[in-house]
Every structure is written in structure tokens, then in C-alpha cells.
């Protein structure tokens, strides 16, 4: 059975992007690709939920019914620009044409590679996504897509959406708790930059009782509609809007050259970064600061303590790291905080402040 939840659809220069929350993808997907006339389908699959029976119902149908040239499964997902040109290599082989459409089912990084390709290919071809891991269906690609180069994250990108994006929140009973928890920490973000309290309450109680099955789906929707009022503004960043969704991951950056820490928990870490640097620079109150580090402290409850990238943190590491960043200009260190009106940007940090934050910061962390 069909249960949509909402569909948000955003007006974007170059595509409408409708975003479907719900419970089951199949009938979404199937009219989307009988309606659409495409000349090729590529179905790329994450490895992890290829063997989902829905995923394997849906692959029979679509081999059946239509011409399907390749099912890519995605093992070891990199979202780099060697695994690029591997893909594009098997794609121009087909060949897919402009007409072609890719549909790709999978996490994050598993979106983020195609959502690349798909904008390069012939200069765009229409992609639909099933994202399947709460990350990628609370953050979901809208507007933009990148990739890593030269081991820097998300270097090399375009402002690009899929057609449809198809979030399915059955997919998410197969996940971790820890998986779940990265996925609420940009749900929190998301309601601490949209100042969105409702959203805020939500993420913290489930936090509290980690009741992790069967999610409420306004917690995708409701942050999918932060997400949208950011890009929708701005849909090509023009006048810097999307850089509240950057909140907390300057400092992700720097921690997730350690393999072991995932992207959800760096954004953790990096968000109680942003809020002390805020608050030394008086644009967040302590009462709001207060309420960060209590979030931050129901996060690190599922968080692998032993983490040496973060225990470790020196100013001169992080400060070295720091002036490679998206972000910064040379020798300015500039970071998005969250501020008593939702977000903004401190620019030209001194570094004796980012030290002093930074012994707060592991101090905080160690005495967790
Ligand atoms: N372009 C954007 O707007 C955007 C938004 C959010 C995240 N991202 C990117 O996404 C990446 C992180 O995404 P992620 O957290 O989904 O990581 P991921 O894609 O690596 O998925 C995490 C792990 O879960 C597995 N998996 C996927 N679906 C599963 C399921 N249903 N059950 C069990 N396991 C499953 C994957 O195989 C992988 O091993 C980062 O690179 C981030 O930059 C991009």
C-alpha cells in the first residue's frame, strides 16, 4: 500500500524537484519512469540494500518492462573522481543518451557520485533518487551535488537535483542506531539554523528514549522543508544562503580524515565548535549555548568515545587544516555559527580566540 506522507516541490532554474516522503517507493518510481519515455534506464543499487526484496521486485520490473542496460552495484561507495570516470566510461559505452535517466538507489554517497555524474553526463541527464539511509533522506540532495578530489571533501561540485527524490522510510528499520544517529544529527542542524523548535523537540526526544524504529516521517519532512527554504532562496548560492547547511562541518572536515568517525557524528562535534566560537564573539546567548551542548550531549551518548581525532584536537593541526577550507580566505579564519536568530557567519576569526575554543572545546568533549 501507498502511504504518502508530503510531497514538497521546489521550483529550482534548470528542473522542478519533487520530493516524495512516504512508505513505499514502487509505485512513485514506476509511474515516474512509465511517464518519462526514457530511451535507457541505468539503475545503480547500494550494495547494502540490493538484496532488500523490494529493491529486487523493483529491478525485476523494471528489466521486464523495459530496456535496462546495466544493474551497477555499488559496494565500496567513493565518491571520488576515479570512481567518476569509471562510471562515465560504462555509461558512454552503452551508450545512454540525454534522454536516458539514472536511477539510483543508496545513501549519501552513493547519491552524491551519481547526482555528479548525472549533471555532467551530456551536460545533464535526469536522474530519479531513492535515498535509503536517514542522512540522505533528512538531508536529501536538493540543488546541489559534489565530490571528493584530492582527499578534500565535496571539492568539486554542481548545482544540480534529481527529478524526483523518492524517500521511503522503510529502508530505515535496516539501519544501525548509530547509522540513525547520524542521520538526526543534520536533522538537527537543520532545526537549529531554520530556528525550527518544534523539529528540535522531536530530534531531542527520540535522542532520550532511542526508539530508533519507525520513525515519524515529519522529522524527514519537516527537515527536508529547512533544507528548502535555504537552496530555494538561493538556488545558486549567489548571495551565500546555503552556507547555513554548512553549520558545524568546517570542523567535520578536519575530523573526518579519521576514517572512523562518520560524517553525522564530525557534524556533531563540529556544531558545539560553532556554538563556542559564538558565544565568545556574543552572538549567542548562554541560554542557547546551553541548549546546544545539551543536544550535544544526548548525540555523544550514542558516539564512540574513544576518538583520538577529537580528543587530540591542537589548535596548529586544526588551524593548518583550517586555512584549506571552502570557507577561507588566506590567513582568515571564518566559521558558520549558529546565532540567536538561526545562523550566520563570523569572519576573521582571531586565532587566539580559536585556541582558547579549542581547549574549551576538548575539555568539554574529555569530560563527557
Ligand atoms: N548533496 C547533498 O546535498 C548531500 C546531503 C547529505 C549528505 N551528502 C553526502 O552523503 C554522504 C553521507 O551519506 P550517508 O550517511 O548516507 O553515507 P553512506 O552513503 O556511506 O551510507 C552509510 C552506510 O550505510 C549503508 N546503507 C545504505 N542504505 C542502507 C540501509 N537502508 N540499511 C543499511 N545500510 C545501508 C551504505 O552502504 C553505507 O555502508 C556524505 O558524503 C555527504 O557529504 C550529500
Known amino acids: 500500500m501507498l502511504l504518502i506522507h508530503e510531497t514538497i516541490r521546489i521550483h529550482l532554474p534548470r528542473v522542478n524537484q519533487d520530493i516524495v516522503v512516504g512508505n513505499n517507493f514502487i509505485p512513485v518510481l514506476t509511474k515516474f519512469i512509465k511517464d ?151 536533522v538537527w542542524k537543520h532545526a537549529i539554523v531554520g530556528r525550527h523548535t518544534s523539529l528540535l523537540g522531536k530530534v531531542e526526544h527520540l535522542l532520550i528514549t532511542g526508539q530508533f524504529t519507525k520513525l515519524p516521517l515529519d522529522i524527514i519532512s519537516e527537515s527536508l522543508t529547512v533544507k528548502t527554504h535555504f537552496v530555494k532562496s538561493d538556488p545558486y548560492d549567489a548571495n551565500g544562503h546555503h552556507r547555513a547547511l554548512s553549520l558545524g562541518h568546517t570542523i567535520a572536515n578536519y575530523l573526518e580524515r579519521d576514517p572512523m568517525i562518520n560524517h553525522g557524528e564530525a557534524v556533531a562535534y563540529g556544531i558545539l565548535f560553532a556554538a563556542l566560537i559564538a558565544r565568545r564573539m556574543q552572538k549567542l546567548k548562554k541560554s542557547r549555548l546551553e541548549s546546544i551542548v545539551d543536544t550535544f550531549g544526548l548525540f555523544h551518548r550514542y558516539v564512540e568515545k574513544d576518538r583520538r581525532v577529537v580528543k587530540q584536537m591542537t589548535s596548529s593541526n586544526l588551524l593548518a587544516v583550517l586555512s584549506m577550507d571552502k570557507i577561507n580566505t588566506r590567513g582568515c579564519y571564518n566559521f558558520i555559527i549558529p546565532t540567536d536568530s538561526g545562523w550566520g557567519i563570523a569572519r576573521n576569526v582571531g586565532v587566539e580566540l580559536i585556541k582558547d575554543v579549542v581547549s574549551d572545546f576538548v575539555a568539554r568533549v574529555n569530560a563527557l
Open 36 to 186: 518519462g519515455q526514457f530511451d535507457q534506464l541505468l539503475l545503480v543499487v547500494d550494495a547494502k540494500v540490493h538484496e532488500s526484496p523490494r529493491v529486487k521486485m523493483m529491478a525485476g520490473r523494471l528489466k521486464r518492462s523495459l530496456k535496462i542496460p546495466l544493474i551497477l552495484l555499488a559496494d565500496t561507495i567513493r565518491k571520488d573522481y576515479n570512481q567518476v570516470g569509471r562510471v562515465l566510461h560504462r555509461m558512454r559505452k552503452f551508450p545512454l543518451s540525454r534522454q536516458s535517466c539514472l536511477v539510483v538507489i543508496g545513501g549519501g554517497h552513493l547519491g552524491d557520485l551519481m547526482g555528479f555524474i548525472a549533471s555532467v553526463y551530456m551536460r545533464g541527464i535526469t536522474m530519479v533518487y531513492v535515498p535509503t539511509t536517514l542522512m540522505s533522506q533528512g538531508d536529501s540532495i536538493i540543488g546541489k551535488v559534489a565530490i571528493n578530489f584530492m582527499g578534500e571533501k565535496n571539492l568539486i561540485g554542481s548545482f544540480y537535483s534529481p527529478r524526483y527524490t523518492i524517500c521511503d522510510a522503510n529502508f530505515l528499520d535496516s539501519l544501525s542506531p548509530r547509522q540513525i544517529v547520524c542521520g538526526l544529527v543534520e
